[in-house]
């Protein structure tokens, strides 16, 4: 299977666990909700210990796992009703948490979780002690928060609603595990009443469902990743949770029915955890052995490769040169004569052959315009200048003087902001300015030319635009108009060799930015391209 397929299976598993979760959660709040409502009491014990889920606490939880569920909901028809909904319940089951910590902190008198079935919340009643626990109210207090930040447009309000989660996770861990080892200052807060089983099982469900409900952000990446480290993380940290867990029950199993005392259970947990993970870290450590040795013969032969390619490119671009060089010399032979021989001949010959003659005059000439475009790109990468600090008002300008005669003969209009300084090779540069105005004032409509040029300022580079009013470009041709000799017009409509915006594609990545077009036919193109920011 391929990595980004894998890696999107993942991602659609981790999903399902976030619907899966939150569906839980809502079933185990409506069961206890029903059991009150219907005062069945074998639904609101759903697991027997002293202390039950309090009603408040099963509704806010219906409330947490419908928001949940929310969250991942992709119906992108009814995407703003379901932020809305997401929003209200989450800030409903923060509301919940913050009201209920405050009156422990400060005594308010408005006991929240006392809002439905006051009358049976008491030992009188018949039923066992159902208040929200101090831990629990501060789990909704950060699960309600969680929520809200989740889609925080900053990376720091997403990273600290999955901190806040997290310590919920924490929390009913340490609930779990001491109704586990039945460690009652694990799961109370000093002498008020303890968090109960079920709500601890599902506080644990929710912080699942929350961090998987965005496996593509914050500290999901590395878990579901592809790499070496995302699948030494899926395999040890589950192992690290659940083998000291089951292993300490175990041997507290054994102690309490007098198989051995406390001193030897600590020494065999020690020890067997000692075994367990030795054992763990040593298969990790040849899986990551053998992907380093992978890695590294992948290395090396990306290496050769890259350098018979350099090789081989450069004897190419050494051949294209040479080759146009040298055939600039007999095809000039060629047109001389040609030229010579037009001329001697001028009323020698009837009209047919001096036409014959033209046609060869005339295909020698696009030859020579073909080779010197060529040769041009060839030597964009072999004969380039050393990059130097450059102020583009002065390419422009050079650029403008040798478009002189075509402006004046078309009565284009060329207007601009203030340009930057960038680091290039002035000479390049300049010939991308000049082919892009070039182009905009051959290809003009109806109209005279006008043409304006635009730079704004990104990050880390410039981002030029050369927009003109001409015939425009179709955008299935977007493509094809970067690739040499290709030509979207018969050289009696259009004059030229279709190398132009090759060549100025060519030296714009030589820069290390890009190019590329927008336009509509008939309503103009403009004509994109990036240069890097000099260093300070």
């Known amino acids: 299977?391929?990595?980004?397929?894998?890696?999107?299976?993942?991602?659609?598993?981790?999903?399902?666990?976030?619907?899966?979760?939150?569906?839980?959660?809502?079933?185990?709040?409506?069961?206890?909700?029903?059991?009150?409502?219907?005062?069945?009491?074998?639904?609101?014990?759903?697991?027997?210990?002293?202390?039950?889920?309090?009603?408040?606490?099963?509704?806010?939880?219906?409330?947490?796992?419908?928001?949940?569920?929310?969250?991942?909901?992709?119906?992108?028809?009814?995407?703003?009703?379901?932020?809305?909904?997401?929003?209200?319940?989450?800030?409903?089951?923060?509301?919940?948490?913050?009201?209920?910590?405050?009156?422990?902190?400060?005594?308010?008198?408005?006991?929240?979780?006392?809002?439905?079935?006051?009358?049976?919340?008491?030992?009188?009643?018949?039923?066992?002690?159902?208040?929200?626990?101090?831990?629990?109210?501060?789990?909704?207090?950060?699960?309600?928060?969680?929520?809200?930040?989740?889609?925080?447009?900053?990376?720091?309000?997403?990273?600290?609603?999955?901190?806040?989660?997290?310590?919920?996770?924490?929390?009913s861990m340490l609930a779990l595990i001491g109704y586990s080892y039945r460690v009652l200052r694990l799961y109370r807060v000093g002498g008020s009443i303890p968090m109960a089983l079920d709500t601890a099982l599902a506080f644990a469900l929710l912080s699942v469902g929350f961090l998987a409900g965005r496996p593509e952000r914050g500290l999901m990446p590395l878990i579901t990743s592809q790499t070496t480290g995302g699948a030494m993380v899926r395999r040890l940290l589950p192992?690290?949770?659940?083998?000291?867990?089951?292993?300490?029950?175990?041997?507290?199993?054994?102690?309490?029915?007098?198989?051995?005392?406390?001193?030897?259970?600590?020494?065999?947990?020690?020890?067997?955890?000692?075994?367990?993970?030795?054992g763990l870290i040593w298969w990790h450590a040849r899986l990551l052995y053998r992907t380093d040795l992978d890695r590294l013969r992948a290395e090396a032969k990306l290496r050769q490769t890259g350098a018979n390619l350099e090789r081989s490119n450069t004897e190419l671009q050494q051949f294209a040169y040479v080759a146009s060089h040298d055939l600039f010399e007999p095809l000039r032979t060629v047109n001389s004569y040609l030229q010579l021989l037009m001329q001697r001949c001028q009323?020698?010959?009837?009209?047919?052959?001096?036409?014959?003659?033209?046609?060869?005059?005339?295909?020698?000439?696009?030859?020579?315009?073909?080779?010197?475009?060529?040769?041009a790109y060839s030597r964009v990468d072999q004969r380039g200048r050393p990059f130097e600090l450059v102020n583009c008002e002065h390419v422009l300008r050079a650029a403008l003087s040798n478009l002189k005669v075509a402006i004046e003969e078309t009565g284009a209009r060329i207007t601009s902001g203030p340009l930057p300084q960038v680091r290039a090779d002035i000479v390049q540069l300049t010939q991308v300015f000049q082919n892009l105005l070039g182009n905009a004032i051959k290809f003009h409509g109806p109209q005279p030319p006008r043409v304006?040029?635009?730079?704004?300022?990104?990050?880390?580079?410039?981002?030029?635009?050369?927009?003109?009013?001409?015939?425009?470009?179709?955008?299935?041709?977007?493509?094809?108009?970067?690739?040499?000799?290709?030509?979207?017009?018969?050289?009696?409509?259009?004059?030229?060799?279709?190398?132009?915006?090759?060549?100025?594609?060519?030296?714009?990545?030589?820069?290390?930015?890009?190019?590329?077009?927008?336009?509509?036919?008939g309503d103009g193109a403009t004509f994109y391209f990036t240069l890097p920011k000099p260093e300070e």
């Open 1 to 171: 299977m391929k990595r980004g397929a894998s890696e999107n299976l993942i991602t659609q598993r981790l999903l399902l666990v976030t619907k899966v979760t939150s569906g839980i959660v809502v079933l185990i709040g409506g069961l206890v909700l029903v059991g009150w409502v219907l005062n069945i009491e074998p639904l609101i014990r759903l697991v027997p210990t002293g202390v039950v889920m309090n009603p408040v606490t099963a509704l806010t939880f219906v409330m947490a796992g419908i928001a949940l569920e929310r969250l991942v909901a992709g119906d992108s028809a009814t995407s703003n009703r379901r932020a809305g909904l997401w929003c209200s319940l989450a800030a409903l089951v923060l509301l919940v948490g913050a009201f209920k910590l405050a009156d422990d902190l400060f005594g308010l008198g408005f006991h929240i979780d006392h809002v439905l079935f006051s009358g049976r919340l008491n030992r009188s009643a018949g039923f066992p002690l159902s208040e929200m626990a101090p831990n629990t109210a501060l789990n909704f207090f950060f699960f309600g928060a969680g929520l809200l930040l989740l889609d925080s447009k900053r990376r720091a309000g997403l990273r600290f609603a999955q901190g806040l989660v997290m310590g919920v996770g924490l929390i």
């Open 239 to 278: 192992m690290a949770i659940v083998v000291p867990w089951l292993l300490g029950a175990l041997l507290l199993m054994g102690e309490q029915k007098g198989f051995y005392r406390q001193e030897a259970a600590i020494s065999i947990f020690a020890v067997t955890c000692i075994i367990i993970f030795t």
């Open 347 to 375: 009323g020698k010959l009837d009209k047919q052959s001096l036409e014959f003659i033209g046609f060869a005059l005339d295909g020698a000439q696009r030859m020579e315009a073909l080779i010197h475009d060529l040769l």
């Open 452 to 521: 304006n040029i635009h730079v704004e300022q990104r990050e880390n580079e410039w981002l030029f635009s050369v927009h003109d009013n001409g015939i425009g470009i179709d955008p299935k041709y977007f493509e094809r108009v970067f690739v040499i000799f290709q030509r979207l017009h018969t050289r009696q409509e259009y004059a030229g060799t279709g190398m132009g915006l090759a060549i100025c594609k060519k030296i714009i990545e030589r820069h290390g930015g890009k190019l590329w077009v927008e336009s509509k036919v």
